[in-house]
């Protein structure tokens, strides 16, 4: 079992920053990859960074060149550097880890973009 716990959300203003950060705990030696999802009411939830055991990122197409995700050794944590927010990434943002047979997800943070 893997834990993820998210922090670093609250309110900023438009063109703004935020660093999220999730700390993982449990057994971790299997960890493939993490990510950082989002979800507003009534939608899915998105995709909006990933980073896998090689250091390989993705980042979904409305973020790229804002968004940075990086991890520290042994995935004891990761983060995602937000710049240049904007009030449609008003959004609960979830941590995400998964192995070849398990996923887990953090409670989430919500993070508010609004002047």
């Known amino acids: 079992q893997v834990q993820l716990v998210e922090s670093g959300g609250g309110l900023v203003q438009p063109g703004g920053s935020l660093r999220l950060s999730c700390a993982a705990s449990?057994?971790?030696?299997?960890?493939?990859?993490m990510a950082w999802y989002r979800q507003t009411p009534g939608k899915q939830r998105e995709l909006v960074a990933s980073i896998t055991s090689g250091g390989r990122t993705n980042y979904t197409a409305s973020v790229k060149g804002r968004f940075t995700i990086s991890r520290d050794n042994a995935w004891i944590s990761i983060y995602l550097q937000m710049n240049s927010l904007k009030p449609e990434e008003t959004a609960v943002y979830y941590c995400?880890?998964?192995?070849?047979?398990?996923?887990?997800w953090g409670q989430g943070t919500q993070v508010t973009v609004s002047s």
């Open positions: 995400h880890a998964y192995t070849f047979v398990n996923a887990y």
């Open positions: 449990g057994s971790k030696t299997g960890i493939r990859g």
